[in-house]
């Protein structure tokens, strides 16, 4: 219902009733809405984000996943390596390697049919992290259109 100050606001009897129908057609347009099955809404576009992954500072996959999320894209994050920071201005960066894991993700992913309409690449530090874009391309190779 219409919280009670907001009937003071209004004034009189003719205008409260205007009011009404609007939120009633309000609320009849949200359950029709809620009905719908999540099959008849288009699936997002969903691109693969094969790079680097910094705790502190702006960078890398922090940055690039909520872009992606404000274009009305599903981000997918598949670290290649590990940071404790980005690598411009700290020191003594500390790494742990993920090419072991990438190719063990992707192919969990082709087991469970996951498909991509892109692949983002960033940062790939050694020839087993482009080992994991370059498997990555091969698996899905309309994401390159």
Known sequence: MIPAPFWYIIGNNSGLRSVRRKTCAFRRSIKQFARRKLN????????????????????????????????????????????SSHTGGFTCVQRLDAAAFGLAALDHFVAEGVTFDGIYTGYLANSAKFEVARRALSLWPDALK
Request: aromatic letters at 0%.
């Open 40 to 83: 008849d809404m288009p699936a997002p576009k969903r691109v693969l984000c094969i790079m680097d992954m910094a705790a502190v500072g702006r960078s890398s996959m922090a940055v690039v996943l909520p872009v992606l999320a404000a274009c009305g894209v599903q981000g997918c994050p598949l670290p290649s390596v590990l940071l």
